[in-house]
Nanobody, 118 residues
Framework: VQLQASGGGLVQPGGSLRLSCSAS????????MGWYRQVPGKERELVAT???????????TYADSVKGRFTISRDISENSVYLQMNNLQPEDAAVYYC?????????WGQGTLVTVSS
């Protein structure tokens, strides 16, 4: 299973970015997919998850720090998961990783760097 993350970049505070994660398999074969982020010297932290089973309706969870600003979504036909990030702040700067879980198996994509600076 390969997960390809993209969409990172440099944005000013208050700006927006949309991250994409494209999977090499049907995402509904996963239990859940999500986005994590990591800054140097800190542990990787959960940002948001979305249930990718078709019948679940795509239920989502968010870290408190991003609620109301970030939105995770899925496109089953595109085998992709997205993270719309609005009102970005300097503390959101990190390498963002796409993640997928299927039972005990966990898959990671390569990171995409988000820089928030004026």
């Amino acid at each position: 299973v390969q997960l390809q993350a993209s969409g990172g970049g440099l944005v000013q505070p208050g700006g927006s970015l949309r991250l994409s994660c494209s999977a090499s398999i049907r995402i509904f074969s996963m239990d859940v997919m999500g986005w994590y982020r990591q800054v140097p010297g800190k542990e990787r932290e959960l940002v948001a998850t979305i249930n990718t089973k078709i019948r679940t309706g795509g239920s989502t969870t968010y870290a408190d720090s991003v609620k109301g600003r970030f939105t995770i979504s899925r496109d089953i036909s595109e085998n992709s998961v997205y993270l719309q990030m609005n009102n970005l702040q300097p503390e959101d700067a990190a390498v963002y990783y796409c993640n997928g879980r299927n039972g005990p198996r966990i898959y990671w994509g390569q990171g995409t760097l988000v820089t928030v600076s004026s």
